[in-house]
T-cell receptor, first 115, second 111 residues
Framework: AAGVIQSPRHLIKEKRETATLKCYPI?????VYWYQQGPGQDPQFLIS???????DKGSIPDRFSAQQFSDYHSELNMSSLELGDSALYFC??????????????FGPGTRLTVL | SQQGEEDPQALSIQEGENATMNCSYK?????LQWYRQNSGRGLVHLIL?????REKHSGRLRVTLDTSKKSSSLLITASRAADTASYFC???????????FGAGTILRVKS
């Protein structure tokens, strides 16, 4: 079965650079979520989109922005990178806006290292 | 953690033994989900229990939910070395669509 695809899988950037992470949800899933997991930490919700509109916002820094495109894929744009942005970034997708009966399916993550 | 605590933080058992992990949360929820993560890798969904359910089984997994105590437990029976991983509970709030994760339990199963 198709899973959530994230690219790139690994990314190394310098401080103050920008990074773009991509997420391709499972086919027919219309909701996408982004989570950040720092070293030894639990995943923290950043932002979500439903039908290309932002549906919920968590602890996402102002330096980050995200969007969902017409084909439902999503991109997380990160600017002015800081050392503390080094983390594993997960994308998840689900097939409805209120996933009461559905779990969120997670991608393999993008490991971002900021030097 | 934003939502609550998981205990124990770490658990080491012998292969064949049962492992029990607990999770507590703070607010009303829609459902609670358990995930497994192998050393810095992706999150694998294990099981979802809805707020109106009290117990659920899936293979060697048994999950209970007590909404009056705002707590859940995950039992893995007849553990295997391959069960070694971090286990997270995550709650879906009553309003909203984001998952809030607990701090996780590191399980080590010795063969």
């Amino acid at each position: 079965a198709a899973g959530v695809i994230q690219s790139p899988r690994h990314l190394i950037k310098e401080k103050r650079e920008t990074a773009t992470l991509k997420c391709y949800p499972i086919p027919r899933h219309d909701t996408v979520y982004w989570y950040q997991q720092g070293p030894g930490q639990d995943p923290q919700f950043l932002i979500s989109f439903y039908e290309k509109m932002q549906s919920d916002k968590g602890s996402i820094p102002d330096r980050f922005s995200a969007q969902q495109f017409s084909d439902y894929h999503s991109e997380l744009n990160m600017s002015s990178l800081e050392l503390g942005d080094s983390a594993l970034y997960f994308c998840a997708s689900s097939p409805s806006r209120r996933p009461f009966y559905n779990e969120q399916f997670f991608g393999p993550g993008t490991r971002l290292t900021v030097l | 953690s934003q939502q609550g605590e998981e205990d124990p933080q770490a658990l080491s058992i012998q292969e064949g033994e049962n492992a029990t992990m607990n999770c507590s949360y703070k607010t009303s929820i829609n459902n609670l989900q358990w995930y497994r993560q192998n050393s810095g890798r992706g999150l694998v969904h294990l099981i979802l229990i809805r707020s109106n359910e009290r117990e659920k089984h899936s293979g060697r997994l048994r999950v209970t939910l007590d909404t009056s105590k705002k707590s859940s437990s995950l039992l893995i029976t007849a553990s295997r070395a391959a069960d070694t991983a971090s286990y997270f509970c995550a709650t879906l709030m009553e309003y909203g669509n984001k998952l809030v994760f607990g701090a996780g339990t590191i399980l080590r199963v010795k063969s």
